[in-house]
């Protein structure tokens, strides 16, 4: 057994070994052939070979170190330095000590924030932008004892630092944000989503960049570092810090493309720059407000949960108060009648306190409909026996409304397997409030409640024919602002027009999370 676990031990750490040996191999090969890529491209901008290596193939480099574990760095470290190695013996680098001093130095800003890496919110923006500005510094800083290469070298450093990296910020959390599923055959048969949508706001804000650098006439080509920002801008509002980033290398791609700048390198180089501060900064914004937002509708969430049940309590309270005012009150009432019938039979030949019996049984009725209107007001009795269609119909019976000439009509299609008790009884509350107020003040000789379900919210209209509410008063009193605050606590709206008659409007979410 102890020799099959050893064997086994074995196995598991030769697989492993293995495979990190292939990882690595794979990212020398591959850092390689793009460092050498970009050195190309470098010193097709720049035109000298020691200085093409600081611009975007130092991106491309402190970029992968910001994101990847230390186990990589002396990979890449490694395949720069023989690549730089290698040039120098091809094309006669002057200063090989000085690149190569540099990018020892440019370590020590990436150890300080690598372990922030992980973090995606605006401040690792801001913080690997001050990381890039602190290596850019490091990197040029053996260049300053060579007069005016010292500040060509922290400018090409902050350019392709600034470019570079931050595209592969948005690279490796794409590969690390995403569930990857091994290709098998249930995966083979899906279809590919391309996300065209997508492709298509790209291409087209990379072509209408390309077409302000070659297309505006002369007499605007001053405003063309103003059009960069556009992309920048729309990419950004769409897609967060990723999409002012992707933009900002649309840009550099779009100012590269372009002719004009091939008597001034530096101007471009300064576009660059500036364009890619600019990606970066508005990114990090961008990223803090949606932060913001979603930290406030969270808090916005939770204080309508909290709401929720605060009216949950309050109507169990009240239901528990009621129950108790009706069986004390309620029984003694009874028995106080009671007794005042037995002395009215008993003294039947005593007018004065036959009398007074039947004034305590008059006074003992009085105080029983009082109790019976409060305990109305502090629950409604009806939703504790019947449904909430069937509650509403009983109301409309109890306010005697045709008695008062006034024509009723309800239609009701809410299913209420799906409420709340809040919903019940808030809902029921502004039909209550709401007939009340017509009885009193309307004047009206028709009313409609209607009451429905529609996109996942409940809807509730109130609706007369009468004189309206006086001036001011759907603003406050008549209980409507209670009722406002409750459906405001449930995350709804209540709205009052007075045209042509009073219009009470209640939208309730159905399921507030």
């Not at 020590?108 to 890039?132: I, N």
């Not at 390309?210 to 570092?225: D, I």
């Not at 008659?501 to 399921?511: A, I, K, Y």
Request: hydrophobic content about 45%; glycine content about 8%; overall charge neutral.
């Amino acid at each position: 057994m102890t020799l099959n676990w050893r064997i086994a031990c074995l196995t598991v750490g030769n697989e492993h070994f293995f495979s990190r040996l292939i990882t690595v191999v794979a990212c020398f090969f591959i850092f390689s052939a793009a460092w050498f890529c970009l050195w190309s491209i470098s010193l097709h901008l720049v035109e000298r070979p020691e200085l093409a290596a600081l611009l975007f193939p130092f991106g491309l480099r402190l970029g992968l170190m910001l994101q990847c574990p230390r186990g990589y760095w002396p990979v890449l470290l490694g395949a720069e330095w023989l690549l730089v190695y290698w040039l120098a013996q091809e094309v006669a680098l002057t200063h090989l000590p000085l690149l190569m001093i540099g990018s020892v130095l440019t370590l020590l800003p990436v150890a300080l924030t690598s372990r922030y890496r992980h973090q995606r919110d605006w401040r690792t923006l801001l913080l690997q932008g001050a990381a890039l500005t602190a290596a850019a510094l490091l990197q040029s800083l053996p260049w300053l004892g060579q007069g005016e290469a010292a500040w060509n070298a922290l400018l090409l450093t902050l350019t392709g630092g600034l470019t570079l990296a931050p595209i592969c910020l948005v690279f490796w959390h794409y590969l690390t944000s995403t569930t990857w599923l091994p290709l098998g055959p249930s995966l083979v048969s899906q279809p590919v989503n391309w996300r065209g949508r997508h492709l298509i706001w790209y291409l087209l804000l990379f072509i209408v960049s390309l077409w302000l650098q070659l297309g505006l006439p002369a007499e605007l080509s001053r405003f063309t570092p103003f059009c960069l920002a556009l992309p920048i801008i729309a990419l950004a509002w769409h897609y967060g810090w990723q999409g002012a980033l992707i933009a900002t290398l649309m840009n550099a791609i779009a100012l590269i493309a372009s002719q004009t700048w091939h008597d001034h390198p530096v101007d471009l180089l300064l576009s660059l720059l500036a364009q890619s501060l600019t990606g970066l900064l508005l990114g990090a914004g961008i990223q803090r407000l949606r932060e913001l937002n979603q930290s406030l509708q969270k808090e916005l969430a939770r204080n309508h949960r909290l709401a929720e049940r605060l009216l949950e309590t309050e109507e169990s309270v009240r239901r528990d108060v009621a129950r108790e005012l009706h069986d004390d009150i309620g029984q003694t009432i009874t028995a106080i009648r009671t007794q005042a019938g037995i002395v009215q039979r008993l003294a039947a030949d005593n007018g004065g306190v036959k009398q007074s019996g039947q004034l305590i049984e008059q006074l003992s009725l009085g105080v029983y409909d009082a109790v019976r209107r409060l305990l109305g007001r502090l629950r409604p009795r009806q939703l504790d026996d019947l449904t909430l269609a069937q509650a509403i119909r009983s109301l409309l019976r109890e306010m005697e409304l045709e008695s008062r000439g006034i024509v009723s009509h309800l239609d009701w299609r809410i299913d209420e397997t799906a409420l709340s008790e809040s919903q019940r009884v808030t809902l029921f509350r502004v039909c209550q409030e709401g007939l009340n107020n017509i009885v009193k003040h309307a004047n009206a000789s028709a009313v409609t409640l209607q009451g429905w379900q529609q996109d996942e919210r409940l809807m509730l209209v109130i609706e007369d024919d009468g004189s309206g509410l006086p001036p001011g008063s759907h603003q406050q009193g008549f209980g409507l602002t209670g009722m406002r605050e409750r459906v405001s606590a449930l995350g709804g709206t209540l709205t009052i027009s007075c045209t042509h008659g009073t219009r009470v409007s209640v939208s309730l979410p159905q399921r507030y999370v």
